[in-house]
Nanobody, 124 residues
């Protein structure tokens, strides 16, 4: 079982930046996928970005391409989400999740382990 803990959320003005962290513990495999998701009030949870545990492959939702960057610190077993040019519509609780499997998917139900989430609020 993998445990995931998110941190780094907060309040930021539009146009600003934040970096979220997802610290993983437990047994992982190089083909595992770590995904970042977000959920705004009254909305469904949506995929934001994903990275293979090996760090070799990344993929993004269209809404964040060019603004968000997902990366992995292999020494610390931590996945980061660097968010820039933030917009009020980026406001949500952000979660990281782990999927065992090769396919780089975006469906939340296909990810088995989830963190507790961290709140990101972007003011206009």
């Amino acid at each position: 079982q993998v445990q995931l803990v998110e941190s780094g959320g907060g309040l930021v003005q539009a146009g600003g930046s934040l970096r979220l962290s997802c610290a993983a513990s437990g047994r992982t495999f190089s083909n595992d996928i770590i995904g970042w998701f977000r959920q705004a009030p009254g909305k469904e949870r949506e995929f934001v970005a994903g990275i293979r545990w090996s760090g070799l492959n990344t993929y993004y939702a269209d809404s964040v391409k060019g603004r968000f960057t997902i990366s992995k610190d292999n020494a610390k077993t931590t996945v980061y989400l660097q968010m820039s040019s933030l917009k009020p519509e980026d406001t949500a609780v952000y979660y990281c999740a782990r999927r065992q499997g090769i396919l780089a998917v975006t469906t939340p139900s296909l990810f088995s382990s989830w963190g507790q989430g961290t709140q990101v609020t972007v003011s206009s």
